[in-house]
């Protein structure tokens, strides 16, 4: 059964980048898009973006300037950077698998954003 | 984009009771390319409902959805003690595939 489970730092200063890993528990990552979504502190969901291991991606609007996501199949594993980031990316980021709709997700992992 | 705008924010419900969510599109949903998740607290979202109204694997059959265009619905016809969750629809029509605001089915 396909798992995924997030990994990285939990705690990030101001001004400086989120580095998030996600990593695939079987093969295939090449035959999917690969999606990242966070929640903040008792909000609801917010979409930030896929990835495809040819490079295409897509991203929100509101984040797109400050967002890359790429997939590396040797890894099994999909990348989340968030650039310059401020209290408000304090989240729960959790991976997906997206078959269209986001069919398995990764359990989440709360990063704090603070000095 | 396509703006999802879910409603009541809030159903305060009781066991064995109906619940019936709404979740309305700025823009017609192609192909009912909307999705519904559960989420309770502390846990990932579960995928509940696909292509508006196909359940997913494991999803009991009282769960239902329902709709075209711009509006849709989830119903859980009797409500158990586990569906007491927050609800999100999503459409997967057209990037970015926003999510909506969520609806909280209270006891």
């Known amino acids: 059964q396909l798992q995924l489970q997030e990994s990285g730092p939990r705690v990030v200063k101001p001004s400086e980048t989120l580095s998030l890993t996600c990593t695939v528990s079987?093969?295939?990552?090449?035959?999917?898009?690969w999606t990242w979504i966070r929640q903040s502190p008792g909000k609801g969901l917010e979409w930030v973006g896929n990835?495809?291991?040819?490079?295409?991606?897509n991203y929100s609007p509101s984040l797109k300037r400050r967002v890359s996501i790429s997939v590396d199949m040797s890894m099994n594993q999909i990348s989340l950077k968030v650039h310059s980031v401020t209290t408000a990316d304090t989240a729960v980021y959790y991976c997906?698998?997206?078959?269209?709709?986001?069919?398995?997700w990764g359990q989440g992992l709360l990063v704090t954003v603070s000095s | 984009e396509i703006v999802l705008t879910q409603s009541p924010g809030t159903l305060s419900l009781s066991p064995g009771e109906r619940a019936t969510l709404s979740c309305r599109a700025s823009?017609?949903?192609?192909?009912?390319?909307l999705a519904w998740y559960q989420q309770k607290p502390g846990q990932a979202p579960r995928l509940l409902m696909h292509a508006a109204s196909r359940r997913a694997a494991g999803i009991p059959d009282r769960f239902s959805g329902s709709g075209s265009g711009t509006d849709f619905t989830l119903t859980i016809s009797r409500l158990e003690p586990e569906d007491f969750a927050l609800y999100f629809c999503q459409q997967y029509d057209r990037s970015p595939f926003l999510f909506g605001g969520g609806t909280k089915v209270e006891f």
């Open positions: 990835g495809h291991y040819g490079g295409n991606t």
């Open positions: 997906a698998r997206e078959v269209g709709y986001l069919d398995v």
């Open positions: 823009e017609t949903v192609t192909a009912n390319y």
């Open positions: 079987s093969g295939f990552i090449t035959s999917y898009y």
